[in-house]
């Protein structure tokens, strides 16, 4: 292992500058050298007379290799930087001796980069691995989506500086890990990849990979800086994944397994690729699951789900599984991880969702906003209508609602109107939501927008205020400019907008939906604002009402009304009350909608109906039916065709005595 020798010396120089040609530097050697014995006076010893010339040496270099204009100001911090090629001739002048655990749990519990640069320029000698390490930690406060935060603190820091210069002329003398791990953070720096720096790290990594003695994990953080830097086309990559598969899988730890499941999610480009490899993965980890950590269980699930394992669904299911018990201890950022695996996967875990339950109520104004959307998204895609959670979730939108992003507002809010539940503080939600809607309307991706507009009408609150500009033509463009665009089913939610205006709002006196953009039936193959009758329940009430009318004349199935919703059974009656046959148009004083209801259209934890089954019954009594329910927990529960006949006589015809045919 190297060892990094850092020495700080604080002074006043106004003769030293950045030089920007080979001339200036000389210049500046002349100057410094009339004035060297000048500096030994103001300072303490001869030592720093060499540590000047070093500064000016270091800044030339990086003048050479890092754009010149980003170094082109004086600073009164200076340091150098020596590699030893052990710690036996190094000293320390605190006398502390730390040993390298301490110092990286010091490191660990540092808060900004600021402070990682005060830490390492108050020590004098620390290993390559550790300045490596403490580049990754700046990484963490410094590097996001975006890129780098703040470049110019960065990389003008003396400090930071001064650790380039040691890594690009001492690379032959970094350790292994040192090596991998300081060009991985460099590239996430955004360092030149041209640069000198990063092409010798490279370099001296291509001699050591052609060796065939690093380990797993650094061959593993190698792919992966290889992979930011050139992207899956890499030559090196294949070489790696190649050592990496001939190393011995039954021996791995558990924290190489899933180093290798992150690089080869990088690194895959094509169905099928490497699959010999992850399958054994997949083997190997399924009996190692009970010995994953909350980390490594979030970076796995995480994986399969970008590789889209769908081949290992055992493994994703006992990983599932084996997260209940960790959901207290997961970050914010791990819990998005697993909730994205039971997610894609179509997984749900009653003991998983109960362990959120106790969870969201206690940290839904302390978690991440992106961890509770991903919560809000796993109880409205597995149909869980949690009150708990709900609760919870719509108390802390009212308060910190405007932090959010407005994808996050609508993942939000969507559950809601899907699940069909109104939280307590619904009045206090939907007020802030309108107060959002207001301020930043056209910051909302259209159909997020939409499908948030939407959900609202299911629980009967009413975007009056916006519907001008949905139905507006420049608003449908947008829509159909972005993916999915105009396809049946946004024009099936944009119909039923209309529809539930209509029908429950008389008063709107905006602009219509044209007529081109409606649809003629909500149920639809796949995504659909109606679900089909259970197959199974509705031949069961096909043969009670057989048995009750007398014959199948007397009632119609899946009738498609001129209003969109298809009914499951419709019955009509004259004035009197009599039944007319089914094809009958004429003389029809009241008709009946028979709502055949399956598990499918219920919450899946509780007997609520969802949003959209709950509008469509509301909507046809408004538009004249008698709407008669009958729910699948009712009728499975009925044991012979006297019970079933007796049960739809009191459901279809409540104040009527039993007729005999």
Known sequence: MALINLQSFQFYSSSVRTCRALGTLRKTLNHLNDQGRQLRSWCCGSSVFGIVLSRVRFRYVFCRNYHAELWNQPNSIMGTVHLHRDAVNSSKSD?????????????????SSDEIFKFLSSLEVISDTMAAAALQRICEFEVD????????????NEVFRALCFQFEHESQNLSDTGLVTALQALIKLRVDPWSTLIVRLVSESQKRLDKGQLTIRNLCILGESLLDLEGPGCTMLEQIVNQVHGKKLEEWTTEEIAVVYGMLQMS??????????LNHMNNITLTLAPQLSPKLISRILKALVILD????????????????RHVPRFTDDELVNVLGAFIHF????????????????????????????????YCCRKLICSKPIFDAVAESFAYNADKYTTRQIA?????FGTLNYLPPSAPSVFRKLERILNARFTQFQPHALLNLLHSCTLIERYPVNFLAKIFNPYFLQQ???????????????????????TLECPFYEGPKLLPKYRVKSFLIPGRSLESSVDVHLYNRVKTGLVDLLGTRMYFASH??????????????????????????NEEVHRRIALCIDGPKRFCSNNHSLLGKEAIKQRHLQLLGYEVVQIPFFEFEILDNSREIVEYLHKKIFPHTYRLNW
Not at 479 to 501: C, E, H, I, M, Y
């Open 411 to 415: 993942e939000y809010i969507v559950p």
């Open 346 to 377: 179509g997984h749900t875990d009653q003991f998983f969702t109960e362990a959120l339950e106790r969870l969201v109520p206690k940290s839904s104004f302390t978690m991440h906003p992106e961890a509770v959307s991903k919560v809000m998204q």
């Open 309 to 324: 394992q769908t081949q290992a669904i055992p493994l994703v299911i006992r990983l599932c599984k084996y997260s209940v």
């Open 145 to 156: 989506d975006s890129g780098l935060k703040n470049p110019e603190a960065i990389l003008e």
């Open 95 to 111: 006398g502390k001796g730390m040993d390298e655990q301490k110092l990286f749990m010091e490191l660990n519990s540092l808060n």
């Open 268 to 277: 895959i480009t094509e169905e099928g690729q490497y699959q010999d490899l």
């Open 559 to 584: 009738v498609l009304t001129p209003y969109c919703y298809t009914l499951d059974v419709e019955i009509k009656l004259d004035e009197e009350g009599f039944v007319l046959p089914a094809t009958q």
């Open 479 to 501: 829509l159909q400019a972005q993916k999915p665009g105009l396809d049946r089913f946004v024009l099936s939610q944009l119909t039923q907008l209309f529809l539930t205006v």
